[in-house]
């Protein structure tokens, strides 16, 4: 039983892919890989292990897991709004979620930081309430969430637009609550689409640098994050050191990408064998 | 008919024109130096012509030095660089870019203008701040970019350690217990000598700024002198800009007769009134004297009396671990 293919020949298509795959994404990483690994493991974990590393983990994770878990109540939200209700400019609002992937993220975190500084549009709103955005790990989380808001809303908008509302209106006439629509019935559903959304957020969010420099104070132990320390090494002409650093937030990124493909498959499988 | 042969003489000037070749100079700087080589390259493009016959453009590239030193290492095609760092200049050495007597290439240790780490401060000074001790108060917050990623900064650091030396004696707890202090005070390290600026002047971050002298004069021209007060501090570091030919570079793309002139160029009369304009003091004594005002009398002391040279510098106090580290992991 052959099934039919779209594109052309197996060994082209697989050729393009491989190599693609190859020179533009294994080889870079190969080479940061290469580099840190020219470290002797003593040296390597002193560097990544160092008081000040741990620290930026932790501001760099600590806030990517509040950008996050902001973006997955507030994307999920504002794709819910975008797939159910019709309303004037709705094209447009679905137009500008996408600008965070195309604006430069220099620009953004400019732009964040001339708003939220003492003397901005929402700094200076926010300062009688004793709130300081920029220049504090709160300013790092306005960042992220920032850049990293599309992923969760592109995820989970497809999923829930083939979402069928007689499912809700089922669940409905047999007397289940709103809440328990939302958990037993929706939920569940999107729960793939979430997940893959979260992952592909935090991920970027560990990543980010652009925007944020310019929003976080940049204070050792405090405000520094990961990818500033190891630009920091690379000013310093440390070039292993940095390929060190930068290795771990590469093999953190990969390993949750790793696990989250891992618990999505096991989630569809499980799903074909609750259709079939 | 004729536009036909119009048409065709443009193309033909768009096929011959990269073949009668025009000079072309890329000059790779520090971060805050646009404004200055903005002018001097107006200027410089009518002198060459005059001297030589031939056009030229000079393309500028801006950025912290080290980063452009590491850019030129891993490809940049920069002709010259005039950076704020000796040190960064090494690193091109030790590639092999730079010829190892730079030095000598041009007059003064090729520096052909200097400056000083120095403050500035808003409008009526109301944090009365005159010189480096005010910087450890409690209550006064300090803008410098991280001495880590800039140059411009860490010529801050050592003239705020230089000055403390002088104030305790050389007593090195004393000295670190200080810089802590100052650097305690630092709300925001930004990553360039630009950004800092952007930090204070725009976002109204702290009470003074500690830049280059001719940055504060560059912020108050542009922002108002009624906005800030430039304050110099009774002892500063003397700040050389070093220039070199990429050797490398130039003996690839043929460029070093430019490369020479342009260089040459800052040396000049008209290339020293320019950077004197831009706040950069200058060593042409008459143009020195011209702008005499405008440079309040400022004690100077060098790194090769204080700390015993940049190598040492950069072992001491820079490296990964080394003291500035060490007030880093104090705080």
New interface residues.
Partial sequence: MSRRRVLPGLHLSLGITLFYVAFIVALPLGALIFKAASLGPEDYWRIVSSPRAVASYRVTVLCALGATAFNLVFGMALAWVLVRYRFPGRRLVDAIVDLPFALPTAVAGIALTALFAQNGWFGSALAPLGITVAYTPLGIIVAMIFTSLPFIVRTVQPVLEDLDPALEEAAQTLGGSDGAIFMRIILPLLAPALLAGVSLSFARSLGEFGAIIFIAGNQPFETEITALLAFIRLEEYDYQAAAAIASVLLITAFVMLAVTNLIQARALRYMDRSRS | MKRLILAGAAVAGLIAGPAHAQDKLLNASYDIAREVFGAINAAFVPQYKTDTGRDITVDQSHA?T??QA?AIVEGLEADVVTFNQITDID?LVKNGFVSEDWQADFPNNSSPWYSLPSFLVRAGNPKNIKDWNDLARDDVKVIFP?P??SGNARYTYLAATAYAKEAFNNDDAKVKEFVTKVFDN??????GGR?ATTTFV????GDVLITFEAETRGIAKEFGEDKFERVTPSVSLLAEFPVAIVDKVADKKGSRDAAKAYLGFLYSPQGQKIAAENGNRVQDEAVADAFKDQFPDVRLVTVEDVFGGWDKVQSEH???GALL?QI??D?
């Fill in positions: 912290g080290s980063k590491r690193f991280n880590k990623t630092v709300p925001v390290f930004d990553t950004a725009e976002r109204e971050v820079f490296a990964s580290d880093y992991g705080r």
